[in-house]
């Protein structure tokens, strides 16, 4: 079985544009969680999709969006990016009560 | 909200010794399953090991096994004939049997002395 696939594996932005990040969770699985990852704040929660429905929202700004589609893949949106923006952003998908991750998602904001 | 904590920002251990790592963590739930995730060099997250809350039996994966002791809210991962593949940041996760929020340790970073 294939596992959880995102795409692009690497960004450039500058300040002020914005971008959308890719995720297809493994099959059959219908829960999608998006992370942030930076070496100074660690594994940081964004949100949670659910048969196209967000059932968990972290503590981020609005610039920070996301949508689930009807085959469970999940796009994020950062609108109007800003420096700090720059981290390594995860998708996991879960069936049940397990998440797989995917390889990530390197974003840099110059 | 939930916690999970990691005392240990780094250990190091000589290959083919054995290493544990501690995570506590904090939840008036008595219903919760319990991860350990590793994250090597390349960044790709793998699930190492799962724990059922209500099992008492310590889960096991080939050289990595588990002490859970739900009193005292624990749950160390114990790496034995540690190789040099095991060198990476390693996760300790929590989510409620009732919940859908995964909640995340700030990691333990392991190096493996050859």
């Known amino acids: 079985k294939a596992g959880v696939t995102q795409t692009p594996r690497y960004l450039i932005k500058t300040r002020g544009q914005q971008v959308t990040l890719s995720c297809s969770p493994i099959?059959?699985?219908?829960?999608v969680s998006w992370y942030q990852q930076t070496p100074g704040q660690g594994l940081q929660f964004l949100f949670e999709?659910?048969?196209?429905?967000?059932?968990n929202k972290g503590n981020f700004p609005g610039r920070f969006s996301g949508r689930q589609f009807s085959n469970s893949r999940s796009e994020m949106n950062v609108s109007t990016l800003e420096l700090g923006d720059s981290a390594l952003y995860l998708c996991?998908?879960?069936?049940?009560?397990?998440?797989?991750f995917g390889p990530g998602t390197r974003l840099t904001v110059l | 909200a939930q916690t999970v904590t990691q005392s240990q920002p780094e250990m190091s251990v000589q290959e083919a010794e054995t290493v544990t790592l501690s995570c506590t963590y904090d939840?008036?739930?008595?219903?919760?399953?319990l991860f350990w995730y590793k994250q090597p060099p390349s960044r790709q997250m793998i699930l190492v090991i799962r724990?059922?809350?209500?099992?008492?039996q310590n889960a096991t994966e080939n050289r990595f096994s588990v002490n859970f002791q739900k009193a005292a809210k624990s749950f160390s991962l114990k790496i034995s004939d540690s190789q040099l593949g095991d060198a990476a940041m390693y996760f300790c996760?929590?989510?409620?049997?009732?919940?859908?929020?995964?909640?995340f340790g700030t990691g333990t970073s392991l190096t493996v002395i050859p």
């Open positions: 996991a998908s879960s069936k049940v009560d397990t998440q797989y």
């Open positions: 099959s059959g699985h219908r829960s």
């Open positions: 999709y659910f048969s196209e429905t967000q059932r």
């Open positions: 939840t008036s739930e008595s219903d919760y399953y």
């Open positions: 724990q059922e809350a209500y099992k008492q």
């Open positions: 996760a929590y989510r409620s049997a009732s919940g859908n929020q995964f909640y």
